[in-house]
């Protein structure tokens, strides 16, 4: 009988070497995070803006999944950062609003990947104790100072970030009290000394010491998050920028008040005709393309090493900006330029072409799908579910869209209903497939009393699910 065994292992090993098959487990994917702040999915020819300079991202979008219709789980920068690295809505990780610090109960992405991966954060992190090494990665670069008001108690609030100590090598001296660069400085300097270079030097440092040891790397940009300007400034013409076409349509009673004081404001500062928001889109253009120089350096950087064809990448927002649509140019809103962004998911070992995906999603399953491309095992603490079933064709994505705010639950259906319940204000609800621009709010129309009850017990439920308490009174008079 042993004679049996040891022959019938000895075969085995010569079946897997004549087939060239391998014992050993496949090996672990890399990850590559590439964050903006405030970017309008408008803002790259993939989708369909033609005459913004991307080549970097249209090129990275001919090999990936890209998804027209992907929705953040807060459109403010705080919360949904948190979401994108904790993989849980802000009413379950807690930062439910900018300057609230996440918890350290709460588990990371590189804390679930585990300590086989060498991991990064490089860039903006606005979670809580900005410029100090935390969550699991074991590279830190700091890119912002001004948020001494979150370091936890005991820290050192006269620590400045690495970009900061950067531009002192460089020569320059800080223009705010306090020992501190402005954000207006840093863009104001030659394009070689602003941030998206300095955060592309760094990256690329990673990736050239990281070896064969597989790893995580967030890279997080400020731009194109106001003070909307650098260097490219004058990279496009204010008269060749076309607005976007519900760019004059006005808020009237039935819209929230909250709503319309931002839109007043806006058309005031920048308005109340073209010109002004045409010249500050021209900008915000110029810092898209700023930062695609930068994510050009880097996947360049990644291909160079031959490190592409085992490296998942991610690039994305942490949520829009309406850059003139019904004359508001804030966040911080349910239309679809706030909470809708650009997503783009290279996953070589699932396709090498692109893929347009126009299913609504939401990118509370980009935690979820990221454990299951890097073969590790998704808690069931997730609200969230990998997209790699769908994305391989085995199941339809028929999912709803959740957005919350402190006072506000939003739905987007998967067959185009969108409503927002808002506390103590009135509420919306838009049919996007009849009104993809917004502009009809049926919420107080008598025949949508129907849909209005069916949306609102979807969302109860999901709240159920998720373990979500808060309560709306809603005006649905």
């Known amino acids: 009988m042993k004679v049996s065994k040891i022959i019938l292992s000895v075969f085995i090993n010569l079946l897997i070497c004549r087939c060239g098959l391998s014992q050993e487990t496949e090996p672990k994917r890399n990850l590559l995070f590439i964050m903006t702040d405030q970017q309008h999915y408008f803002t790259s020819g993939v989708y369909g803006n033609d005459f913004i300079q991307t ?20 459109p403010v920068c705080a919360p ?30 590189p804390e679930l990947l585990g300590e086989e991966y060498k991991s990064a954060y490089i860039g903006k992190w606005h979670l809580g104790d900005e410029v100090f090494k935390q969550r699991g990665f074991e590279t830190w670069v700091s890119m912002e100072d001004g948020y001494q008001e979150e370091f936890s108690e005991g820290r050192d609030v006269n620590q400045r970030s690495d970009y900061h100590h950067w531009l002192l090598e460089r020569g320059y001296k800080p223009d705010k009290k306090g020992n501190r660069f402005s954000r ?16 592309k030097e760094k990256a690329i440092d990673f990736l050239a010491d990281v070896g064969d040891d597989p790893f995580v790397m967030y890279v997080s940009f400020l731009e194109p998050h106001k003070p909307y300007t650098g260097p490219l400034d004058s990279l496009y013409d204010p008269a060749d920028i076309i607005l976007p076409k519900n760019f004059w349509h006005e808020l009237g009673e039935n819209d929230p008040l909250r709503y319309r004081h931002t839109a007043a404001s806006d058309r005031e500062k920048f308005g109340p005709g073209e010109q002004g928001y045409k010249e500050l889109i021209a900008r915000y253009w110029g810092l898209v393309s ?41 966040k911080d809103v349910m239309y679809e330029e706030s909470a809708r962004v650009p997503f783009i998911l290279r996953a070589p ?19 979820p799908t990221l454990l299951d491309l890097s073969n590790e095992k ?29 006072d506000i639950r939003t739905i987007v259906t998967h067959d185009g209903w969108k409503m927002a319940l808002i506390e103590n204000d009135m509420s919306l609800l838009f049919d996007l497939n009849n009104d993809p621009l917004e502009t009809r709010n049926l919420f107080y129309k008598e025949e949508s009393k129907e849909i209005i009850a069916e949306l609102t017990e979807k969302i109860r439920q999901w709240q159920l699910q998720t373990n979500d308490s808060y309560s709306l009174a809603t005006n649905s008079e």
């Open 349 to 367: 070992q699932l396709s090498k072409v692109q893929t347009i995906i126009n299913d609504r999603v939401s990118l509370i399953d980009l935690v």
């Open 55 to 74: 080549p970097a991202l249209d090129s990275l979008a001919n090999k990936s999944f890209v998804f027209q219709n992907a929705y953040v789980s807060q």
């Open 290 to 330: 700023q930062v695609d120089l930068s994510v050009k350096a880097i996947l360049d950087k990644l291909q160079s090493l031959k490190l592409d064809e085992n490296t998942i990448v991610v690039f994305t927002s942490d949520h829009g900006s309406m850059m003139g649509a019904h004359g508001m140019v804030s």
């Open 80 to 109: 949904s950062r948190a979401s994108f690295v904790t993989g849980l809505y802000p009413h379950t990780h807690g930062v439910i609003d900018n300057n609230h610090p996440l918890s350290k109960e709460i588990a990371t992405l």
């Open 184 to 199: 207006g400085f840093a863009a104001s300097l030659p394009i070689e000394h602003c941030k998206p270079t300095f955060l």
């Open 378 to 406: 998704i808690p069931t603490s997730l609200p969230g579910q990998s997209l790699i079933p769908f994305l391989k064709g085995e199941q339809q994505y028929n999912r709803d869209v959740m957005i919350e705010w402190t």
